[in-house]
Each structure stands twice: as structure tokens, then as C-alpha cells.
């Protein structure tokens, strides 16, 4: 918490005046997190002084918020990239991400008791290439260059105070190793976590998603469930396809009857997670071999969608 503090006084991002009778005051809340590393052990304790934004109105009290939030495709992308140039991959922490960005408007807070346009940021000139990519404040930094990349963390510890958390090794819940292969991203902790949250982490384990017969719909006439189980399984699922492109097309279907939840479609989604519980290992090779040509196929299914007999996709 006092170095939370420290940040606002070192950013001077407040003064302290008189509580103004004429304009809105927002209040503040601490949250305090863990951060754990790949085998689940807490490495970092952290506090963050945070602003009631639900008691803002926009318009008074500001115009335009921001942060950059890097959607998991770009980090992919990103990692791909890297495997391909082999570029050294450094992972960073903002001490105190929401006091970096410029306000227009006078906000006013109580004691406790930004806006940019991109996440992804890249540098060139001649044959060095460096670039950051951002998710609110967690930071990676590639490049070809070790001294300019030295050079940047330097600058950006001067201006924004950060951790230096060394070689790229776990980001967001993403497991990432490194090789001469390339990257290899898994989410082994995650599905550990997901197994033992629905209590499957026990049961017997399937070899495929779903099955080649399987042909779910609305199914009117089922059994109706409580559907706040299977939303949050298919919401916890749906992060787990950043690494494991082998279930994407399952839950994605799947994920088409959270508003007419029935037994058969709880049963469905508890088969990928029996799936995922025997296959904690799997994850995906971002290679570095030279090779950049995008391939794809599509095995279309002609009439497939019980519902509206559209086409739909049985793999790709």
C-alpha cells in the first residue's frame, strides 16, 4: 500500500485541497491481488488505490476514459512474430498503471481509506526492430537489438516507475517457454484450476470435445437448467482456446444456447472439460522457422445447424 502511495506522490497526480462543496467527489476503494506465477506460488503481493468510477457521469467528470488492453489474438500474433525474428522477449510490470495517463478535465477524489489510441507499439530504424505491446499494466518487450531494448527499459522506468520481471516466462495466464523451436504457449495452471472449480478434476476423461454424432439444438422439449453453471463454464472455457485451438469449434457452438440452457447442453460442455482434463499438457507452437505462409482449410457441413439448417464448420 505505501508504495502505491509512493507512486502518487512520485507522478504527482493530486494535490490536497478543501472538499469543494460544488462539484462531485469520487470516492476510492483499495483492491489488494496476488500474482502467481506458473506453478500457482504467490511471487508478488499487490495494493491498488482505485477511483469509484460507477459514481462518474460522463460529460461532468470526464469525456473520455482509456486503457490499452491488448486483445489475446495480438499477443499470439506478437509471440508469432518473435518465434519467426528471434527476438529476445522481456516481460515488465507498471507499478502504478492508472495515474500515467493526462487529464483535460478537473477530477476530483477522495483520500483513501487515460487515454491512448494503441496497445501495440513498434520501433525501426535500419535493421533494429523493438516492439511493446500492452495490457493495462503488464508490458512485453521484443526486439533484435539486447542494448536498445536495456536502452527502452531505462527510459520507461525513468517515466513511469516499473518492475522488470526478466525473460517472458508467464503472461495473463498464459504459460510461455522458450526453445529453439520457438514458443510454446499452454494454460496448464488455468486448466488445473478450471478442473477443480467444477469438480471434474476426478472423473473419467474423454478423448475428443464432442462427439462425432453429437448434434445439439434448442432442444425445446428438454430438461431447463439453471444456467449460471454453464455460462461460467463456457466463459472459463473460452479463455482456455488461447492456447488450445483444439476446442474452439466445440465451445463456440456450445456457447449459442446460454440463453435456453437444457441438460443435454450442461452434459456437452461437461465433456470438453473432461476432454482438457486429459490433455492438461497440450498447448501451441509458435515456430521460428522461416517459413511465415498462412495455410488454412475448412471442412464445411453442409445443412449442419439443427436449428436453421445453415452450413456450418466441422474443422478448419
Not at 536498445?148 to 526478466?166: E, P, T
Not at 472423473?203 to 462427439?211: A, F, S, V
Not at 522461416?290 to 436453421?308: E, I
Request: glycine share 6%.
Amino acid at each position: 500500500m505505501q508504495e502505491e502511495l509512493n507512486q502518487f506522490e512520485r507522478n504527482k497526480v493530486w494535490e490536497l485541497v478543501q472538499r469543494p462543496t460544488h462539484q462531485n467527489v469520487i470516492g476510492t476503494k483499495w483492491v489488494f491481488r496476488n500474482k502467481m506465477n506458473e506453478e500457482g506460488y504467490v511471487v508478488r503481493n499487490k495494493a491498488r488505490l482505485v477511483a469509484k468510477g460507477y459514481c462518474q457521469e460522463e460529460g461532468i467528470d470526464f469525456d473520455e476514459t482509456f486503457a490499452p488492453v491488448a486483445r489475446l489474438e495480438a499477443i499470439r500474433m506478437f509471440l508469432a512474430y518473435a518465434a519467426h525474428k528471434n527476438f529476445i522477449v522481456y516481460q515488465m510490470d507498471v507499478k502504478s498503471a492508472f495515474l500515467n495517463g493526462l487529464l483535460e478535465e478537473e477530477v476530483y477524489v477522495e483520500q483513501p481509506p487515460s487515454h491512448a489510441d494503441h496497445s501495440l507499439f513498434i520501433f525501426k530504424s535500419d535493421n533494429i526492430h523493438i516492439a511493446a505491446l500492452i495490457y493495462v499494466d503488464d508490458v512485453l518487450l521484443a526486439g533484435n537489438d539486447r542494448e536498445r531494448i536495456v536502452n527502452i527499459k531505462s527510459y520507461l522506468d525513468g517515466k513511469f516507475s516499473i518492475k522488470d520481471l526478466g525473460p517472458l516466462k508467464y503472461f495473463l495466464g498464459i504459460e510461455v517457454a522458450r526453445s529453439s523451436e520457438g514458443f510454446v504457449l499452454s494454460q496448464r495452471k488455468y486448466t488445473l484450476d478450471i478442473l477443480e472449480e467444477f469438480g471434474l478434476d476426478n472423473k473419467k476423461h474423454m478423448k475428443t470435445p464432442m462427439g462425432t454424432n453429437d448434434k445439439l439444438s434448442k432442444n425445446e422439449n428438454g430438461t431447463p437448467i439453471d444456467p449460471t453453471l454453464y455460462r461460467s463454464m463456457i466463459g472459463s472455457l473460452l479463455y482456455l482456446t488461447a492456447s488450445r485451438p483444439d476446442i474452439s469449434y466445440s465451445i463456440c457452438v456450445y456457447a449459442r444456447y446460454q440463453s435456453c440452457t437444457k441438460e443435454s447442453h450442461l452434459k456437452a460442455v461437461k465433456r470438453i472439460i473432461r476432454y482438457i482434463n486429459g490433455t492438461t499438457e497440450l498447448g501451441i507452437l509458435y515456430s521460428s522457422d522461416t517459413n511465415t505462409n498462412l495455410v488454412g482449410f475448412s471442412d464445411a457441413y453442409w445443412a449442419g445447424d439443427v436449428d436453421d439448417r445453415k452450413s456450418t464448420t466441422g474443422g478448419c
